[in-house]
């Protein structure tokens, strides 16, 4: 839907939309007057939707919240939108009314040209900026007005040198005062996330001082700015100034906050964002996806390519079982061997991930020359540079290379040679001075010690020092074998990897570069400093991205431009890079080309994913991009998309209030991270090992017994740890974490290609056996969910309160209807069936019903003729007129039998009714939530969970709430609705509407009535 923003200004180039949830409120009347100059908004240096969000922040920032503290503001507009124009008038709105010093916060010190560019492009060249690096403890004095760029990494900077400040944070703090009411921009504040820790987790050094600056300037005004800076409720622990927990408000602590939101999923996001927007603290807008495509390219796996994945998956097994022989042999203490697996199965899943993305280069390869011979350009999209690898492999070759360094390789070689549980006895009695040649004693411990990384304090009889001898028995002399036995695997392991390294795949980003023409023909806007080239004479050498006429600090922005200018078609970018810059086919810029952006590699997160996808799609394009995903046919690498998926999901729920946001892109389907996918995976791990029955059969192309004996799926899972054999027994067991969607997707990557698609396909096609049962039965999830309903009536809107709707609904189908949906049927089984046997109170047998219309279960068409006979149309139109009408006033107990227990005694029966009544709470519901539910449930005698629903009204009206079901009698709800006008200052409103096609839907969050039979 497209935005009506505060009308002054002129419109922002480019269709900017907003999610229907949040369209669906309004945020409080506006009442503030901006200061800025009448030239910028007549000129359009500022667009109308970019002065709303400027009027809006700075009528929060006249707002206290209960404890004293200054209220702030959350802009959560899309990548693309112009938040950096919108930051830079907010600093200068403040800036012109004598609040002369602010602070900007962004993830790189490169964007410190951009927040200047932004400053003068808006007017207000007169406002200089400051990068916080080059202002030296002694010189703070001298800076007396502007504003401060830093990175969240100089925030929690040390000085090393002394000074007056030890902090960067304290000379901050000293440049603000005690009193400082300026702005603070925390620019990208995705990169706070992480306040509040989960499970044995600490929280970052980052999200502490962000949070500690808040509270040290409580005056400031305080302004979030990210399009992905909310995406899960646990990351806005660092948003304290927003008033949604603390004192004065429903929810005490964060914890507290956090605990009401996540039990009950999205649906309760989307509530928050919707929330916010009407208390006038959030405003979240994102550029139209029109002309934008989305392309998943399936890439084949070669044979040559699956036999080095086979080959890499047997060195792991037999890896894993080193380290356990190794680890058994050292007598290891419990917290080292904590530790070891820790980094074993990191290392694990970083090797298998290279292996992933090593399979799709050479179709990314292909696909790059294609674009660019087609008159586009190209924007590959990493995560990762593999540089720390070649830094090692260099050290190794003392400076020299003879090939391109395999990251994968690296891996699991730093992995063995520092995680090993063998130490190397040579270095250590160095260290100790300990004379090896007379050493013969046991040192079952020595692993401990090489992790601590300390001397050993030993006792008479356990160290001999040079020159002395010591007398042991044959106790010690099995020590000593066993660490030369654990000494000798690890050489063993070593030498694998280095008969494996041959077929192992180069680094990813040095082969794209080299494949597409070199650093002359690729644009590299990374982390790294330096890269691996191949030379004219056919040789390989490391050597410096660093030019002469161009710094380091500046080689990203200068590459960037060379992108922009057209000099290069293709461009590589990686998270370093992802956040702030704009590589879009802008309007202003000579590369006017379409672009194509390809992610080579799935971000771990979709807050990167959004930043990445973002650099491509922004404000003021001449053509909107093209996206593509390649994702190799490894089940494995679902992982990472499933990942992004349920991000993604949530992303669109709670960054825009609508989870239907980006619901509709292809990876959603990739999303197994859910109550679903849990139930799914449970039921096949037990399978498995016979603990359950299976839902659905193994796929029929897998070679072999699914279930019986040691199957090579059953010996695929005990390769990477997900089931357990006891050591005497025999007896399978499965892991603790055996139902963790993360760790299943993760560990099966160490599976043989056959085994690991079969694994995958049979958990797919179980999770797809658990989603249509769960429809089947009425309880299918759908978060929240859409009505379309007929009503002309108007529909008030109370501005920081919470009002019920009661909403009654049309939902019968009449004989008309019926007859017209029939017509468009031409199955041989599809007609009217009329019921033949009584007494089973729980089936449902029409897909559309007179009375209910369309049913939410579905039934087996053997179910159905078991009940019903199929009759001709002219037989079954009386009964269905008959239903149709008497049940506009009489439930269906009254209608099969006569009589209704629950009228008998002068209550109120809705069950099979045409107009079915629902209580919609709207508006501010976040803050009665808990009330609201305590209310009912008190009542009820159960535990409430409040579905959210969204209706639409057929001229255009929309209520979006939580839907009160009647779990009690009319009288005594409507009692309780009193109440909770009474004690939560809630409005109550009456609603009618019709909606014979939507009124099941609508019934979806209502337990299935049952349906009584003749």
């Not at 949040?22 to 939707?49: C, F, H, K, Q």
């Not at 969910?785 to 108007?794: H, P, R, T, Y």
Request: include cysteine; proline fraction near 3%.
């Amino acid at each position: 839907m497209l935005l009506v923003p505060v009308r002054i200004g002129l419109r922002h180039p480019d269709p900017v939309v907003e999610t229907s949830s949040l369209s669906s409120v309004n945020p409080p009347n506006v009442w503030y007057r901006m200061s800025i100059p009448e030239e910028t908004i007549d000129r359009g240096w500022l667009s109308a939707l970019q002065l709303e969000a400027i009027t809006y922040a700075s009528q929060q920032h006249e707002t206290f919240l209960p404890n004293g503290d200054r209220a702030s503001y959350l802009i959560g507009d899309g990548a693309g939108v112009g938040k950096g124009r919108t930051i830079a008038g907010i600093i200068y709105e403040n800036y012109l009314l004598g609040r002369k010093r602010s602070l900007w916060f962004s993830v790189s010190n490169d964007l410190k040209y951009d927040a200047e560019r932004d400053l003068k492009d808006i007017g207000a060249k007169n406002i200089p900026v400051y990068s916080l690096n080059k202002i030296s403890s002694k010189h703070n004095g001298s800076v007396k007005k502007g504003v401060i760029f830093a990175t969240y990494s100089s925030l929690i900077g040390e000085s090393q040198s002394g000074g007056k400040y030890k902090t960067r944070f304290k000379q901050l703090l000293h440049w603000c005062g005690q009193a400082f009411d300026g702005v603070i921009v925390y620019d990208e504040c995705h990169k706070a996330k992480n306040v509040c820790p989960i499970g044995s987790s600490k929280p970052t050094k980052t999200g502490l001082a962000v949070l500690e600056l808040q509270n040290k300037l409580p005056k400031a005004r305080v302004v979030y700015a990210s399009a992905t800076g909310a995406s899960e409720p646990r990351n806005m622990a660092y948003m304290s100034r927003l008033g949604i927990w603390g004192e004065g408000t429903p929810f005490r602590e964060f914890s507290n906050f956090i605990q009401a939101v996540e039990r009950r999923g999205v649906g309760a996001m989307e509530i928050v964002a919707m929330d916010m927007k009407l208390r006038g603290m959030y405003i979240a807008r994102q550029l139209s996806f029109t002309g934008v495509t989305f392309k998943i390219e399936q890439v084949p796996l070669t044979t040559h390519y699956i036999k080095m994945y086979n080959k890499s998956v047997h060195l792991w097994v037999a890896a894993r079982e080193k380290f356990q022989a190794a680890a058994n042999l050292m007598d290891a203490e419990q917290r080292m061997k904590k530790s070891m697996w820790g980094q074993f199965w990191s290392a694990h899943q970083r090797f298998f991930k290279y292996l992933c993305i090593a399979s799709k280069v050479r179709r990314v390869v292909q696909l790059a020359r294609e674009e660019v011979k087609n008159g586009k350009c190209v924007v590959i999209g990493l995560q990762s540079t593999g540089e720390a690898r070649t830094l090692e492999a260099l050290e190794e070759g003392g400076g020299e290379l003879n090939d391109f360094v395999s990251t994968a390789k690296g891996v699991l070689q730093s992995l063995v040679e520092k995680h090993f549980p063998a130490p190397d006895r040579e270095k250590l009695f160095s260290l100790l001075g300990i004379d090896l040649p007379v050493m013969k004693i046991p040192f079952p411990s020595e692993a401990a010690a090489e992790q601590k990384g300390k001397k050993r304090k030993g006792t008479p009889g356990q160290l001999a020092r040079k020159g002395q001898s010591l007398e042991v028995d044959d106790s010690c002399m099995t020590s000593q074998d066993a660490v030369e036995d654990a000494q000798q695997m690890k050489r063993d392991l070593l030498d694998q990897l280095d008969k494996l390294a041959q077929d192992l795949p180069p680094n990813t980003l040095d082969e794209l570069i080299d494949e597409l023409g070199g650093p002359d023909n690729v644009a590299e806007m990374t982390g790294r400093k330096g890269r691996v080239v191949s030379n004219d004479d056919g040789s390989i050498s490391y050597e410096s991205r660093s030019e002469l006429d161009v710094p380091v600090e500046i080689l990203n922005l200068t590459e960037k431009q060379r992108f922009m200018d057209g000099e290069k078609n293709i461009a590589i970018i990686s998270e370093a890079a992802s956040s702030g810059i704009s590589l879009q086919a802008d309007r202003r810029v000579k590369n006017q080309r379409r672009r194509v952006h390809m992610t080579l590699e799935l971000p771990w997160s979709a807050d990167r994913a959004i930043q990445q996808f973002g650099r491509t799609h922004r404000s003021n394009q001449v053509t909107a991009p093209e996206y593509v995903f390649l994702i190799s046919e490894l089940a494995g690498e679902q992982r990472f998309a499933s990942i992004v998926a349920k991000r993604l999901e949530s992303l669109g729920a709670l960054t825009h209030g609508d989870r239907r946001a980006t619901e509709t892109r292809d990876l959603s389907r990739f999303n197994f991270d859910n109550k679903y996918g849990r139930n799914a995976l449970e039921i096949v791990m037990k399978s498995i090992v016979n603990l359950d029955f299976p839902l659905v059969n193994p796929p029929s192309n897998f070679e072999g017994d699914f279930y019986k004996g040691m199957s090579q799926i059953l010996h695929g899972l005990i390769g990477v740890g997900l089931i357990h054999v006891d050591d005497r027994s025999g007896i399978l067991s499965l892991d603790k974490d055996y139902n963790n969607i993360g760790k299943f997707l993760n560990r099966i990557l160490g599976m043989a290609v056959q085994e690991q698609n079969a694994l995958f396909q049979y958990f797919s096609d179980t999770l797809a056996a658990v989603i249509q049962n769960a429809k089947k039965n009425g309880r299918y999830d759908m978060g929240i969910l859409g009505k379309e309903l007929s009503c002309s009536l108007a529909i008030f809107h109370f501005v920081n309160t919470v009002s019920v709707c009661q909403v009654s609904v049309e939902r019968g189908m009449s004989w008309e209807d019926a007859t017209h949906a029939w017509a468009e049927q031409s199955g041989p089984d599809d007609g009217f069936y009329v019921q033949v046997l009584k007494d089973q109170p729980d089936r449902l047998f029409l897909v559309y019903r007179p009375n209910t219309g369309k049913q939410l279960k579905l039934e087996a068409y053997a179910d159905i003729k078991k009940k019903c006979k199929k009759v001709l149309s002219d037989d079954a139109k009386q009964h269905w007129m008959d239903q149709y009408q008497s049940s506009a006033e009489i439930c269906s107990h009254a209608y099969w039998r006569g009589n209704c227990k629950k009228v008998s005694v002068g209550l109120h029966c809705e069950v099979g009714l045409r107009c079915r009544t629902y209580y919609v709470l709207c508006g501010s519901v976040l803050s009665v939530w808990t009330k609201v539910e305590g209310v009912l449930a008190s009542v009820s005698g159960t535990n409430i969970k409040m579905q959210i629903v969204r209706l639409r009204t057929e001229d255009g009206q929309r209520i979006v709430g939580k839907l009160m079901l009647e779990v009690f009698g009319q009288k005594q709800f409507m009692k309780n609705i009193y109440y909770l006008v009474a004690t939560c200052n809630v409005f109550y409103q009456r609603i009618s509407a019709t909606g014979r096609s939507a009124a099941a839907e609508v019934a979806a969050a209502a337990p299935s009535e049952p349906q009584p039979h003749a």
